[in-house]
């Protein structure tokens, strides 16, 4: 079983920064894909950002430039650094992983989910 568990949210205003983590616990050793999902209100959960045990990375189109996707293997960390945020945002974000090589956004394969962590960016 694997345990994950994000922070780091907050609010901020438009144009600002918040570093997301989330620490990953119990049998890891099979994790390869770690990705970041989040839900805005009234919206469905969408992809974020996604990295493997190569750190080969994928980003939605939204927030490439801006957000950068690592992980820290030796801590078993997780982590979202999100630059010129903007209102848009807002939405509640995952943190999610699998065993498997194929590090996208298809909801389906990741089988662990962190609660989540709020993020609220202002005008």
């Known amino acids: 079983q694997v345990q994950l568990v994000e922070s780091g949210g907050g609010s901020v205003q438009a144009g600002g920064t918040l570093r997301l983590s989330c620490a990953a616990s119990?049998?890891?050793?099979?994790?390869?894909?770690m990705a970041w999902f989040r839900r805005a209100p009234g919206k469905e959960r969408e992809g974020v950002a996604a990295?493997?045990?190569?750190?080969?990375?994928t980003y939605a189109d939204s927030v490439k430039g801006r957000f950068t996707i690592s992980r820290d293997n030796a801590k078993n960390t997780l982590y979202l650094q999100m630059n010129s945020l903007k209102p848009e945002d807002t939405a509640m974000y995952y943190c999610?992983?699998?065993?498997?090589?194929?590090?996208?956004?298809?909801?389906?394969?990741?089988?662990?989910w962190g609660q989540g962590t709020q993020v609220t960016v202002s005008s």
């Open positions: 999610a992983g699998r065993e498997g090589t194929y590090c996208a956004f298809q909801q389906s394969f990741y089988p662990y």
């Open positions: 119990g049998y890891t050793l099979g994790i390869n894909c």
């Open positions: 990295t493997g045990t190569d750190a080969t990375t």
